[in-house]
């Protein structure tokens, strides 16, 4: 009787173990935050996708019922007591490849309204390393590997005057993985610019944070950096522990604070169907909540809002970091942008867990037209950066030099000039995509003498629907003096003849 009494216990004790596997999460071993439990028998491939399906099922259905007014069912939050970030305890994750007026929200059969586009150039910062201190490239825990996502590939391809070049299943709520920390950036640079922070803020590592699993700056529990280095991190390299070190620092100590300032700017930009979970989109299996979720089209409109700040165009345009330790080294962080330069294409953010899919954020620039490319639940790295390359390759082909560099414009007036007027020429191409026509407005800005050959003398205002959406520069061809001044005198007391 005994000894069926034992065998009995002894079965039930093995079930208890089964019951107790952890779900699959990102790929490459993002176990941070669970406890290692014993290893049972492996998940079937329809197991696995029915977990991935629960899981996003889950984060979609928060994102509903929020929109309702309905209570949102809520994942166990579980985090380091007292810190509000991962308890990683150091181990990898996978995660990171990541990372005023708005346009209306697309997908609902309309086009998203125009926005003035920002005259600055893009141009990548130059990476500066001190010969006379050691360099080092950073060691890499990210550990990118086979998504369990299996859906449709979600697209929103647009230029940001708001003409829709392509789009699938743009509406559909989908895991963001890392490029959620665009909308991390964006809060901070909130806070900055409102003068609560500053981006020369020393900001120090402590245990927790630096201990944040995935895509991580190789620093040690004490270590500490200016606001400004943080947030590039996350753009260019998407290391999870600056992002929840941010989070940390202009929440004023707390994480959940800043990911409610997270969603409320995604409210104020018209984010429709997205939610923020954490600051960094880490998976469910490292965090205990639910997943950082949004829809290409929402994406467009936070992509929209971050290109329209120079901050965030020079640091994605990066395609290194360079930090320096507590020992005097030099770590070298690549950017995890493989598409940059390409195409045009200078930004924005990558994002990756094997729930999500691989995911991205492009931002194209050919002279005056600038296209945003989002793409959610690819299968593989590679397959990203194809996708990406043939669909910028198909937009190469409609777009038009309408007007070329170096066109005469015709002349321009000029101030104390010993000749009146100046002629001026495009100072580069003008494009147009196919059935996206534009308008064109010769703007003269009526400058003073001296004028050098190359100085700029107008504009060539480019509209769309009667609204500006952006300019080119039009430059003297020509040198002209300054008049003297009894020259200046004549021209006054013959009311302008001489």
Request: with cysteine.
């Amino acid at each position: 009787m005994k000894k069926r009494y034992f065998i009995v216990l002894a079965m039930l004790f093995t079930l208890l173990l089964a019951e107790g596997e952890p779900t699959a999460g990102s790929g490459g071993g993002d176990t941070g935050t669970e406890t290692v439990k014993p290893k049972s028998k492996e998940k079937t491939d329809k197991e696995k996708n029915q977990d991935v399906k629960d899981s996003i099922n889950k984060a979609v259905k928060e994102v509903q019922n929020e929109n309702t007014g309905k209570p949102a069912a809520t994942d166990t939050q579980v985090t380091d007591p007292g810190t509000d970030v991962p308890n990683t305890n150091g181990t990898t994750g996978v995660n990171g490849t990541g990372n005023g007026e708005t346009p209306a929200v697309p997908g609902d059969g309309t086009q998203p309204a125009t926005v003035e586009q920002p005259a600055v150039k893009v141009k990548p910062a130059a990476v500066k390393i001190d010969p006379k201190k050691p360099v080092k490239k950073a060691i890499d825990k990210e550990q990118e590997g086979p998504t369990f996502y299996k859906g449709e590939i979600l697209k929103y391809i647009a230029t940001t005057d708001g003409y829709v070049i392509k789009t699938n299943g743009s509406d559909v709520v989908h895991p963001i993985a890392s490029i959620t920390k665009v909308m991390n950036i964006l809060v901070a640079l909130d806070q900055v610019d409102k003068g609560n922070k500053s981006l020369d803020d020393k900001v120090c590592f402590d245990q927790a944070t630096a201990n944040v699993g995935g895509s991580w700056l190789n620093v040690k529990a004490g270590e500490c950096f200016t606001l400004k280095d943080l947030l590039r991190a996350e753009n260019i390299y998407s290391a999870n522990n600056a992002a929840y070190l941010v989070a940390k620092h202009v929440g004023n100590g707390s994480i959940d604070k800043f990911v409610e300032l997270m969603n409320e700017k995604a409210k104020e930009l018209g984010m429709k169907n997205t939610k923020f979970n954490t600051p960094a989109g880490l998976p469910t299996s490292m965090t205990g909540r639910a997943l950082d979720t949004s829809t290409a089209d929402d994406l467009y409109l936070l992509a929209m809002a971050a290109i329209k700040d120079t901050r965030i165009r020079e640091w994605a345009s990066e395609k290194e970091l360079i930090l320096e330790n507590s020992l005097g080294e030099q770590i070298v962080y690549p950017s995890r942008n493989h598409l940059l330069e390409k195409y045009g294409i200078w930004g924005l953010k990558t994002g990756f867990h094997n729930l999500s899919g691989y995911n991205i954020i492009t931002t194209s620039k050919r002279g005056n037209v600038e296209i945003i490319a989002v793409v959610l639940g690819e299968v593989t790295d590679p397959a990203r950066t194809k996708l990406l390359t043939e669909e910028f390759a198909e937009i190469e082909k409609q777009l038009t030099v309408v007007k070329k560099a170096g066109t005469d414009m015709g002349g321009f007036k000029l101030k104390d000039g010993k000749k009146k007027e100046i002629n001026g020429v495009l100072a580069e191409d003008v494009y147009e995509i196919k059935n996206n026509p534009y308008e064109y407005e010769t703007r003269d800005l009526n400058i003073k003498a001296p004028v050098q050959k190359g100085t700029v003398i107008g504009e060539l205002v480019i509209k769309k629907g009667g609204k500006e959406i952006s300019k080119v520069n039009i430059i003297s061809n020509e040198e002209v003096k300054e008049l003297s001044g009894f020259g200046k005198f004549l021209r006054f007391i013959t009311f302008g003849w001489l």
